[in-house]
């Protein structure tokens, strides 16, 4: 019983009722009770207002829209040579390329 309090409380965090929810048999809560938009809607209704840091929405999906996220020129480049050289258009050995593990 105190197992069960204690999920209640956390799924409440989410603005889940587990009364209204669905219930197995067992009377647990099933994992369809907390869903993704419910955490990040409680997310963005505990975050604190005076803090002006930008927050960056990872289910935007596209990371390239975001300037912080650019891949360096440098790896870039490495990239584009190392696929010009043809020693890497393969599958690599099952323990690495030795220089990749380093």
């Known amino acids: 019983m105190e197992n069960e309090s204690l999920l209640h409380q956390k799924l409440s965090l989410f603005g889940v009722n587990p009364k209204k929810e669905e ?3 067992d009377n ?4 369809s009770a907390v869903t993704i938009r419910g955490v990040l809607t ?10 002006k840091r930008p927050v960056i929405h990872l289910g ?5 829209a975001f300037p912080c996220f ?8 490495a990239v584009v ?3 010009r050289t043809a020693h890497y ?4 050995p099952t323990f690495g390329v030795p220089s990749a593990r380093r």
């Not at 647990?28 to 994992?31: A, Q, R, V, W, Y």
């Not at 409680?42 to 803090?51: A, F, G, H, R, T």
């Not at 258009?89 to 690599?92: E, F, G, K, M, Q």
């Open 23 to 25: 219930r197995h048999n």
């Open 60 to 64: 935007h999906g596209d990371p390239s």
């Open 28 to 31: 647990k809560t099933t994992s």
């Open 42 to 51: 409680s997310l963005k209704e505990n975050l604190n207002e005076k803090d």
């Open 81 to 83: 040579d190392a696929l």
């Open 89 to 92: 258009n393969c599958y690599s």
């Open 70 to 77: 650019r891949t360096s020129t440098v790896a870039e480049d």
